[in-house]
């Protein structure tokens, strides 16, 4: 069965530090992969996907990650965080040949320090 | 404006008391899912469709019902709610017929007493 694991539950950075923050999936077919952001008291938006192609993919307010299928990792990266990153953040994964299903991971809260 | 619309935004409920949660969105999307969110397991999918009289089931859905009779509605009905049911849940829709791009609902926060 496909899974979605988060490696950091709660990460604490200052502003301006640099941030990654750890998704593996277990999936031996081809997937589509997405980061989603919550920021406090709103709802989930899409941060960045990738479904083929260039696995450097950018996507909304400075942040990128790097499909790297042989480790089966899709990691979230921010050169320089700011107090407003302040949220939660989810990796999810939809397998090619598993229709409309979608696996969440735990999620990753992420608290900045002004 | 275009959104996904749940009600209600709270519910507070008793054991076996049916219940309905509705779902509408104005994008003309094909896909709409469900999601409950707990601490610590984020989100997990309950249902899917990726078009109207087609659902199938997510990761958890024992315990819940929903139908697609037209495009822009989803209902998750809880026929006979449990205490493990209680949960913020989310409704979210996507154009295609896959989860390529998320829109969620604001959640509904459901307590079963």
């Known amino acids: 069965a496909q899974s979605v694991s988060q490696h950091n539950h709660h990460v604490i950075l200052s502003e301006a530090a640099s941030l990654e923050l750890g998704c593996n999936y277990s999936?031996?077919?081809?997937?589509?992969l997405f980061w989603y952001v919550q920021y406090p008291g709103q709802h989930l938006q899409l941060l960045l996907k990738?479904?083929?192609?260039?696995?450097l993919v950018k996507g909304i307010k400075g942040f990128e990650a790097e499909f790297i299928k042989s480790k089966f990792s899709f990691n979230l990266r921010k050169p320089s965080v700011q107090w407003s990153d302040t949220a939660e953040y989810f990796c999810?994964?939809?397998?090619?040949?598993?229709?409309?299903?979608?696996?969440f991971g735990q999620g990753t809260e992420l608290s900045v320090k002004p | 404006e275009a959104q996904v619309t749940q009600n209600p935004r709270y519910l507070i409920t008793v054991t076996g008391k049916k219940l309905t949660v509705t779902c509408s969105q104005n994008?003309?999307?094909?896909?709409m899912s469900w999601y409950r969110q707990d601490p610590g397991l984020g989100l997990r999918q309950i249902y899917y469709?990726?078009?109207?009289?087609?659902?199938d089931k997510g990761d958890v859905p024992e315990g819940y019902k929903v139908s697609r009779k037209e495009k822009r509605n989803f209902p998750l009905i809880l026929e006979s709610p449990s205490p493990n049911q209680t949960s913020l849940y989310f409704c979210?829709?996507?154009?295609?017929?896959?989860?390529?791009?998320?829109?969620f609902g604001s959640g509904t926060q459901l307590s079963v007493l």
């Open positions: 979210a829709s996507s154009p295609g017929q896959r989860a390529r791009k998320l829109f």
């Open positions: 999936y031996g077919g081809t997937v589509n």
């Open positions: 990738y479904f083929s192609g260039d696995p």
């Open positions: 999810a994964v939809n397998g090619a040949d598993q229709g409309g299903k979608l696996i």
């Open positions: 994008m003309n999307h094909e896909y």
């Open positions: 469709s990726m078009n109207v009289e087609v659902t």
